[in-house]
């Protein structure tokens, strides 16, 4: 089993941070690429950013200069570092992980799991 866990949502005003954290656990070989993505209420999941095990970075634009996205191998955790934080950031952010596990000697198929979610709202 695979476990993503996300934290750092909260509540915070217009040009603040938040630093979100999500931390994969379980029977893990192998991570390739890492993501955030958000939803906000009546819209469609959207990409964030994602990053992949060499460190290469894409952004969504309309997030580009304003958040950065890292991730500790060591750790099995991506962060995703929001500045500037406007109001129409507020959604639900997930993240995902492309997870390679394994199950006692075997090597199970590579496949991506997704974290619970954690709230941001940018609210004065």
């Known amino acids: 089993q695979v476990q993503l866990v996300e934290s750092g949502g909260g509540l915070v005003q217009p040009g603040g941070s938040l630093r979100l954290s999500c931390a994969a656990s379980?029977?893990?070989?192998?991570?390739?690429?890492m993501g955030w993505y958000r939803q906000a209420p009546g819209k469609e999941r959207e990409l964030v950013a994602t990053i992949t095990s060499g460190g290469s970075t894409n952004y969504a634009g309309s997030v580009k200069g304003r958040f950065a996205i890292s991730r500790d191998n060591a750790k099995n955790t991506v962060y995703l570092q929001m500045n500037s934080l406007k109001p129409e950031d507020t959604a639900v952010y997930y993240c995902?992980?492309?997870?390679?596990?394994?199950?006692?000697?075997?090597?199970?198929?590579?496949?991506?799991?997704w974290g619970q979610g954690t709230q941001v709202t940018v609210s004065s």
């Open positions: 995902n992980a492309d997870v390679r596990p394994y199950s006692g000697s075997y090597f199970l198929q590579a496949r991506t799991y």
């Open positions: 379980g029977s893990i070989f192998s991570i390739n690429a």
